[in-house]
């Protein structure tokens, strides 16, 4: 097993230039000798921007009046499903805001159930926020795998800070252990260079992160959203893109096996973020399945990249990125995150 230092994590988070270079290159190895160079893809679709939680940096909080809610019908999401399909991606993400009404999960359940006789290869990542274990455990039975629930800190005086006084990081920390105990795949992930973080969180979050054991991660840099309460702190793009690779790199370090996405947030950040995000050590990426139409209004930050592109354009030059990168664009495999197919004793030569 690997093990770095929250010391050596804290000196490493800064490092640029060619240091930062050998960091990135030693992530890489490691990732490949861990869990291959495969890239795996999973098609993301943003099923609502209706969201009942008021997070102080978030473009689609309950308080920002200027936004227009959506919420995808069920054949909305199969028709975004089947176009990820047709391009041959095997794992697609649904991702909305947080909903509290007993029926919401009851709905996505009929969705998942759905989607699944239809597309039987298909694997789903849940990202809907922290609902009820049963509610959980109804959307692992209709046939979801996986649930991605960023962390956004591992302090919880910092979560405070980011976070209005009705949400609980306990609980956010124990919809984590019950998706767990279901049985599903667990991702989670911080925000990274957020208002009022340190490195040492940072660092901490790395070692919450490889505590917790998950078994994939999506974190990106934090971007300020005109709208919000902290959109008028400074902000230095440069650092925070600097500080999102160097993330993904000693996580990688920590966490050799798990699956690990370069966000969108990176490509808000720099033209080649996606490209930065492999090359730091990242193995998954997720490209924009949502309507065209739709994505201007699920703008969790200023910039988001919204542009629609053909969709056999785009899979082209993401695997044409990947190649680029050294790695090998495997968009007909799932992807399972070896660290949970240990975690299950599965042979994960099958
Ligand atoms: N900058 C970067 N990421 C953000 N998210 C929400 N708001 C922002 C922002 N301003 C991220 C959170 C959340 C995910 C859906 O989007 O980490 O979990």
Redesign the pocket.
Known sequence: MTSISKGEIIEALSLEGEEQETLHDEACNLRDETVSNNLYFRGLIETSNICVND?L???IRTSNKKIKHFELTSEEIMHCVDLAAERSLSAVVL?SGERRGPRYADDMAGVVSHIKKAHPAVSMTL?FGELSRDQYQKLYEAGAERYLL?I?TSDEKHYRRLHPEEMSFKNRLQCLENLREIGYQIGS???IN?PFQTLENLADDILFLKNLDIDMCG???????EE?PLAHLPYAPDKALSLGLNMIALLRTAMPDINIAATT?LETLSLHGKELGLLAGANVIMPQFSPPEKRGDYM??DNKPVAFENYDDLINKLVEAGISCGMTPSLKDPGHSLHFLKRKNYDNTH
């Open positions: 997070c940096y978030c473009g991702q990202s960023r956004e992930g911080v925000m957020s974190m990106g840099p934090y971007i300020p959203h919000s947030a969790l930050y």
